[in-house]
């Protein structure tokens, strides 16, 4: 079946620094992905949708000089933390939707474990 | 625009107890409609969807859930906990290919 990678699982850096975080379609393309994150014991807050091609588009009260995405190649989109504080570490989760005839799923990473020190 | 509410962040069942979580959407078109199943510190397994075909969907682990559009719910439903079933819950609508997330119910199930 279809399967979302994501890299890294888990990334520990220090306040000020930069991280960017990978989600890889396996095996179907994906012209659009989607960024998300999850606060311990809380749901998942779009964060972004990712464009193939294009700029992304933020939700709103999400900062996108902070949070960089590019959507490289229609398997790869990153996310890329900018000068990250503690307050950004969370649990960063992608997916990516494919669409085959009248069948519709989307396709989630295995998330990344940010921790900001 | 689209919007999942869950009733009751927590439900304590026994094993081998009827599981209902619950899920009520809104939407203004018709609704793809997800559950999915997150264990600690995983990401998410998708357990069932509905896709504008059978009103009934069942999923996997025995679970499967009910669209009724005159309640605008989507239930969550299993004859019969079993311990392996204690995790998150997320219900989660979509129109487009965007995925609008509940806030989740834990599930417990006790011996």
């Known amino acids: 079946g279809a399967v979302v990678s994501q890299h890294p699982s888990r990334v520990i850096c220090k306040s000020g620094t930069s991280v960017k975080i990978e989600c890889r379609s396996l095996?179907?393309?994906?012209?659009?992905m989607f960024w998300y994150r999850q606060f311990p014991k809380q749901s998942l807050m779009l964060m972004a949708t990712?464009?193939?091609?294009?700029?992304?588009?933020?939700e709103q009260g999400v900062e996108k000089d902070k949070f960089l995405i590019n959507h490289a190649s229609l398997t790869l989109s990153t996310l890329t933390v900018t000068s990250a504080h503690p307050e950004d570490s969370s649990f960063y989760i992608c997916?990516?939707?494919?669409?085959?005839?009248?069948?519709?799923?989307?396709?989630f990473g295995p998330g990344t474990r940010l921790t900001v020190t | 625009a689209q919007s999942v509410t869950q009733l009751g962040s927590h439900v304590s069942v026994s094993e081998g107890a009827l599981v209902l979580l619950r899920c009520n959407y809104s939407?203004?078109?018709?609704?793809?409609l997800f559950w999915y199943v997150q264990y600690p510190n995983q990401g998410l397994q998708l357990l069932l969807k509905?896709?504008?075909?059978?009103?009934l969907v069942k999923g996997i682990n025995g679970f499967e859930a009910e669209f009724k559009k005159s309640e605008t719910s989507f239930h969550l439903t299993k004859p019969s906990a079993h311990m392996s079933d204690a995790a998150e819950y997320f219900c989660?609508?979509?129109?487009?290919?965007?995925?609008?997330f509940g806030t989740g119910t834990r599930l417990q199930v006790f011996p």
């Open positions: 989660a609508v979509s129109a487009t290919d965007k995925l609008i």
């Open positions: 997916s990516a939707p494919r669409h085959a005839g009248t069948d519709y799923e989307q396709y």
């Open positions: 509905y896709t504008s075909a059978a009103t």
């Open positions: 990712s464009n193939e091609g294009s700029k992304a588009t933020y």
């Open positions: 095996d179907f393309q994906a012209t659009t």
């Open positions: 939407s203004s078109v018709p609704p793809y």
